[in-house]
């Protein structure tokens, strides 16, 4: 199951391990729920392999799972325990929904794409969640009908928090969402409500795709008890750039700055962008920083700007500068140059 060998639980341990623990998140409430969580359950058919991995993965529908120390960083910004109840905005596949039902009391979660919805409802129950409610809606909205909410965590970045979800945190609450430009530069941020107003604390330099709002995308044919209270819109990707065969294209114009000449970082990010099927390039710059073009589906090309945060295990990225451009038709594989 791992790249690595071994089983998944051993894979599994392994990630919390070294990706979560060894970078300083001791919450041990939260490693455990993602110790008992089977992230592989959450990705798409054949990339099972890729489940432990550190970084995003693409979903479809211009989605990503999170990279697993953002799923435990937020899980333990929002601070729940036990008894809470709480909000999710992007449910995603569910596996962020299913490290909060192992913590929490009941999970209310909200997902625009209604295929993305549906399969994440069959996994939980599968798995045995009976505590989560997942509907197909408008996440900006919240779902006002069973709030208040003791937290709120928004998997998708808006350049400022909806008001609705505001006013649906009990007092003492947190809302943890990523706030920037879309496709741009974000940062973890976390509301807590008070008497007299918010608390509000920025957090990690992160990257989501954005929070839209919009019609539902998907099946027709959407229980009418799953839409109660629930606007006819949600939380997922906004608009791609280009539409090609279905898919959403995207492209992404990068510059990395840091210890990235000399450490195969060229080299490493071909083979992760010929893994996620984005096409571009990457070629180093006369001041010693990298170039990289990535071009693709939306949620690949996200989850190979993230990966690009980091790099192979030699580099050092001090910083990264991005800028969306128009995808070159004439690129269909990625070069080293």
Known sequence: MSRRGGTPGDARRRMVEEQIAGRGLRDEAVLSALRAVPRHSFVPAGMEGEAYLDGPLPIGFGQTISQPYMVALMTALLGVDARSRVLEVGAGSGYQTAVLAELVAEVWAVERVAELAEAARRRLRELGYDNVHLAVGDGTLGWE????????????????????????LVDGGRLV???????????????????????????????????????VEGAEDVAENEMSGLGAAGASAGAADATEGGA??????????????????????????????????????????????????????????????????????????????????????????
Not at 185 to 197: C, H, I, M, S
Not at 252 to 268: I, P
Request: hydrophobic share 40%; net charge neutral; proline share 6%.
């Open 145 to 168: 009908e069973h709030a208040p909410y003791d937290g709120i965590l928004v998997a998708a970045a808006a350049e400022d928090v909806p008001a609705a979800l505001l006013d649906q």
């Open 177 to 215: 969402i990523p706030l920037g430009v879309p496709h741009r530069d974000q940062v973890l941020t976390v509301y807590r409500r008070r008497r007299e107003g918010f608390d509000v604390e920025r957090h990690t330099p992160c990257r989501f795709v954005p929070l839209v709002s919009g019609g």
């Open 248 to 337: 959403c294209i995207k492209a992404v114009k990068m510059r990395l700055s840091g210890r990235v000449q000399g450490v195969y970082y060229r080299a490493s990010t071909q083979r992760e962008a010929r893994r996620l099927g984005v096409a571009g390039y990457a070629k180093n710059l006369r001041d010693g920083s990298v170039e990289v073009w990535a071009q693709g589906d939306a949620a690949a090309v996200d989850a190979l700007v993230a990966w690009c945060r980091g790099g192979p295990p030699r580099a050092e990225v001090a910083r990264l500068e991005a800028e969306d451009v128009q995808p070159d038709a004439g690129m269909d594989t990625f070069e080293v140059r």
